[in-house]
């Protein structure tokens, strides 16, 4: 495999023509964190499910989470294990159905992590 070669340096009017853009200042763990939870966000049917459960201040059955959308209890349990995953959703069981809630703690730092990666 050849060397890496030096890029040249173009100076017009005495400038360099290009500014180097620095290092990334998130982590490859932090990145990697945040790009799973926009991965989850990256669905509509997801977004609103976070939407119709940030409006309760208790938690939801899985049932009535699923009256409210043209998807069978499987698909939205699948939705809802990705959001799990992430921890934008947190979990009990009462009986045989699962009720969902919002993490409130996860969603917090979420404008965070947009300001840590745009630099904001």
């Not at 976070?50 to 201040?57: C, D, E, H, K, V």
Request: hydrophobic residues 45%; glycine residues 4%; contains cysteine.
């Amino acid at each position: 495999m050849p060397a890496a070669m030096a890029r040249p340096t173009i100076i017009i009017d005495g400038q360099p023509c290009c500014t180097p853009p620095g290092s990334p200042t998130v982590s490859e763990a932090d990145a990697a964190a945040y790009a799973a939870w926009f991965k989850a966000l990256a669905d509509p049917t997801r977004i609103r499910i976070l939407n119709l459960l940030a409006q309760s201040s208790e938690p939801v059955c899985v049932c009535d989470i699923t009256d409210q959308f043209p998807l069978g209890q499987p698909t939205i349990s699948h939705h809802l294990k990705v959001l799990r995953d992430v921890r934008f959703v947190v979990a009990e069981r009462r009986g045989t159905f699962m009720h969902y809630q919002v993490n409130q703690a996860c969603l917090a730092e979420l404008p965070e992590a947009a300001r840590r990666i745009l630099n904001v």
